[in-house]
C-alpha cells in the first residue's frame, strides 16, 4: 500500500471534527500553552510547525509538551515551541510504500510524518495509526485472496 492510499483512507475514517483536507499547522512563535490547547481541542497527538503553513519546520507532540512540564514545571508554557519542537523533521511523499513509513516510524520513535510533494510542500500528515491500518487492511486483503485460491473460488 503506498502513502497515497493512506491519505485517501483517512479521508473515510477521518475525525468528524477535523476536515481530511486540512492540516493542522503552528507558527514556531506559539506558546506550548496555546499548542497544548490546540492538541486538546483538535483531539490530535502532534501538530506541525510551519510558519508559511505550507512546508514543515518541524513538529511538536503532547510527549514534547510533556517532557517540558516535568523537566521545568508549568512556566514553560508561557515559552514558544521552536525552543522544544523536534526540527528535523522527517517527511515521505505519496509514492513511498506504507511498511517501509511504518518501519521508520517504529525505528525513529516517533508517531507523525508529513506527506510532502517533490516541492516540499505538505500533502498531508499520517500518524503510525494510519500506517498500521493500512497494513492490516491489506493483510485481510491478502488473507481473502489466499482463502479463495485455497477454496477454489
Same mark, same amino acid.
Given at each position: 500500500? $503506498?502513502?497515497?492510499?493512506? $491519505? #485517501?483512507?483517512k479521508? =473515510?475514517?477521518?475525525?468528524?471534527w477535523? =476536515?481530511s @483536507?486540512?492540516i493542522?499547522? %503552528?507558527?514556531? *512563535?506559539?506558546?506550548?500553552? !496555546?499548542? +497544548?490547547? $490546540?492538541? +486538546?481541542?483538535?483531539? %490530535? ?6 510558519? =508559511?503553513?505550507?512546508?514543515?519546520e518541524? %513538529?511538536? #507532540? *503532547? ?17 514558544? %515551541?521552536?525552543?522544544?519542537?523536534t526540527?528535523?523533521?522527517q517527511t515521505?511523499?505519496? &509514492? !513511498? =510504500? @506504507? $511498511?517501509t513509513?511504518? *518501519? ?23 500518524? /503510525? &495509526?494510519?500506517?498500521? #491500518?493500512?497494513?492490516?487492511? !491489506?493483510? +485481510? +486483503? *491478502?488473507?481473502?485472496a489466499?482463502?479463495?485460491? /485455497?477454496?477454489?473460488?
Open positions: 500500500m $503506498l502513502v497515497k492510499q493512506l $491519505l #485517501s483512507m479521508s =473515510d475514517t477521518a475525525k468528524p477535523i =476536515d @483536507a486540512t493542522v499547522t %503552528i507558527t514556531p *512563535e506559539t506558546t506550548l500553552g !496555546e499548542a +497544548a490547547t $490546540l492538541l +486538546a481541542e483538535k483531539r %490530535i497527538g502532534a501538530v506541525v510547525v510551519s510558519g =508559511d503553513g505550507r512546508r514543515p518541524g %513538529i511538536l #507532540s *503532547e510527549r514534547d509538551i510533556v517532557r517540558q512540564l516535568g523537566k521545568h514545571g508549568t512556566d514553560v508554557l508561557s515559552q514558544p %515551541i521552536s525552543g522544544v519542537m526540527r528535523g523533521v515521505c511523499t505519496t &509514492g !513511498e =510504500d @506504507a $511498511l513509513i511504518l *518501519e521508520r516510524m517504529t525505528a525513529g520513535r516517533f508517531r507523525h510524518m508529513p506527506v510532502v510533494d517533490d516541492d516540499g510542500m505538505m500533502l498531508g500528515v499520517i500518524s /503510525i &495509526g494510519d500506517a498500521v #491500518s493500512g497494513r492490516l487492511k !491489506e493483510l +485481510a +486483503a *491478502e488473507k481473502e489466499l482463502t479463495g485460491m /485455497i477454496m477454489g473460488s
